[in-house]
C-alpha cells in the first residue's frame, strides 16, 4: 500500500484538481437542468462529468506509469499513462455522441426553458470561473514541464506553443479544460440570446457545437497517445541528444541512435563509433560521462551505450551550426 500512495503522489496534479472540479460542476450543472430542462445545461452536465472521469483516469495512470521497471517489464511502465489515455478518451466519445444526439433532437423540436434562466447562468458563471482556473493551471504545468516560468496571467497564451512537448496528462487537461471553458460562454451567450429572440432552437444547436469540440479533444488525443504507445520517437530531443554526443572528442560518428518516448520520459539507446585502439578501460570512462550527461537532460530516465569501431562511414547528418544549436537549446531547455 505504501508504494501505491507513494506513485498517486507523483501523479499529474493538474488532473487530478481538474476531476474534483470537474466532477463539482457536473453535479452542480445537473441539478440546474433538472430544475431548467435547459438543453445547453444537459450539453455542459454531460461535458463537465466525461471531463472529470477522464482526468481522474488520466492521474491515475500518470502515477503508475512512474512505477520502476521489474524483472518482467525492464522497460518500465512509462506507456501505462498513453494506454489509460486510450481508454479514457473512449467515455469523452460517448458522452459526445449523448451530447450531439440530445441538441439535435433539442433544434429540430425546440421548448421554451426561460423559467430558471438566471440559475442557469448563475451555474455557467461559476463553471466558467472554475473551468478558466484549472486551465490556467495546466498552463503553467505545460510551461514548467519545459523549462518556462513565471508566466502569470499571460500563461494561456504563452503555454499554446509548447502544448505539444508538454506531458500527455497535462496536455489533455489543457486541451479539455480549454474545450469546457469555451463551451461555458457558448452556453451563456446561447441562454441569453435565446431568452431575448425567442430563437430557443438555438440552445440545441449551440449544444452540438460543444459535443463536437469534445469529439476534436476524442480525436487529438487518441492519436497522440497512439502514438505513444506504439512509442513515437521525439524529433527535437533525437537531434539536441545527438549534436551534443558528436561534441564529445571520443567520439567520431554515430551509428545509431533512438530516442523514444515512453509516457512521460524518454528511452535513449546509442551506438557511437570511436578510435579502436582506445582500450576498454579508456571506453568505459567516455561511457559514463556521455551517459550522465544524456540523462541530465530534460525528460531522460534510461539510456544504453555501446561503441563500435570507426569505419569510415559518415552516419550522423544533422549538424547544426553553432549559433543554432545554442538558440534552441536556449529554447527548449
Given at each position: 500500500m505504501s508504494e501505491i500512495f507513494k506513485l498517486l503522489k507523483g501523479g499529474n496534479k493538474p488532473s487530478l484538481v481538474a476531476a474534483f472540479v470537474n466532477l463539482f460542476l457536473g453535479l452542480l450543472k445537473g441539478a440546474a437542468y433538472f430544475f431548467t430542462g435547459n438543453v445547453a445545461m444537459f450539453a455542459e452536465m454531460m461535458h463537465s462529468l466525461g471531463d472529470s472521469a477522464n482526468q481522474f483516469f488520466v492521474f491515475i495512470g500518470s502515477a503508475l506509469s512512474k512505477k520502476a521497471p521489474t524483472k518482467r517489464y525492464p522497460n518500465g511502465f512509462g506507456r501505462v499513462v498513453n494506454l489509460v489515455c486510450l481508454g479514457a478518451v473512449l467515455i469523452v466519445a460517448i458522452l459526445s455522441y449523448e451530447t450531439i444526439k440530445e441538441g439535435w433532437h433539442h433544434f429540430l423540436h425546440p421548448i421554451e426553458s426561460s423559467e430558471g434562466m438566471f440559475i442557469a447562468l448563475g451555474v455557467l458563471a461559476i463553471g466558467f470561473i472554475l473551468e478558466a482556473f484549472v486551465l490556467h493551471k495546466a498552463a503553467k504545468e505545460v510551461l514548467h514541464e519545459v523549462g518556462k516560468e513565471h508566466a502569470g496571467l499571460l500563461a494561456i497564451p504563452k503555454s499554446i506553443a509548447y502544448l505539444n512537448r508538454a506531458k500527455p496528462a497535462t496536455k489533455l487537461v489543457w486541451m479539455e479544460d480549454l474545450v469546457a471553458t469555451s463551451g461555458n460562454i457558448l452556453a451563456f451567450l446561447a441562454i441569453v440570446i435565446a431568452y431575448f429572440t425567442g430563437f430557443y432552437a438555438?440552445?440545441?444547436?449551440?449544444?452540438?457545437?460543444?459535443?463536437?469540440?469534445?469529439?476534436?479533444?476524442?480525436?487529438?488525443?487518441?492519436?497522440?497517445?497512439?502514438?505513444?504507445?506504439?512509442?513515437?520517437?521525439?524529433?527535437?530531443?533525437?537531434?539536441?541528444?545527438?549534436?551534443?554526443?558528436?561534441?564529445?572528442?571520443?567520439?567520431?560518428?554515430?551509428?545509431?541512435?533512438?530516442?523514444?518516448?515512453?509516457?512521460?520520459?524518454?528511452?535513449?539507446?546509442?551506438?557511437?563509433?570511436?578510435?579502436?585502439?582506445?582500450?576498454?578501460?579508456?571506453?568505459?570512462?567516455?561511457?559514463?560521462?556521455?551517459?550522465?550527461?544524456?540523462?541530465?537532460?530534460?525528460?531522460?530516465?534510461?539510456?544504453?551505450?555501446?561503441?563500435?569501431?570507426?569505419?569510415?562511414?559518415?552516419?550522423?547528418?544533422?549538424?547544426?551550426?553553432?549559433?543554432?544549436?545554442?538558440?534552441?537549446?536556449?529554447?527548449?531547455?
Open positions: 438555438l440552445e440545441g444547436l449551440i449544444s452540438m457545437v460543444i459535443g463536437l469540440m469534445m469529439f476534436y479533444v476524442v480525436g487529438r488525443v487518441f492519436l497522440d497517445n497512439a502514438r505513444g504507445a506504439i512509442g513515437e520517437t521525439d524529433e527535437e530531443m533525437l537531434v539536441h541528444i545527438g549534436n551534443m554526443v558528436m561534441e564529445d572528442p571520443h567520439v567520431t560518428d554515430i551509428q545509431r541512435l533512438e530516442v523514444v518516448k515512453e509516457g512521460e520520459f524518454l528511452h535513449v539507446e546509442l551506438v557511437a563509433e570511436t578510435d579502436p585502439n582506445q582500450s576498454l578501460a579508456y571506453l568505459d570512462d567516455v561511457r559514463d560521462h556521455l551517459k550522465d550527461l544524456i540523462l541530465s537532460q530534460k525528460g531522460v530516465n534510461k539510456v544504453t551505450i555501446a561503441f563500435d569501431e570507426e569505419d569510415g562511414i559518415t552516419e550522423w547528418k544533422h549538424y547544426k551550426t553553432k549559433d543554432n544549436t545554442d538558440s534552441d537549446r536556449k529554447e527548449s531547455f
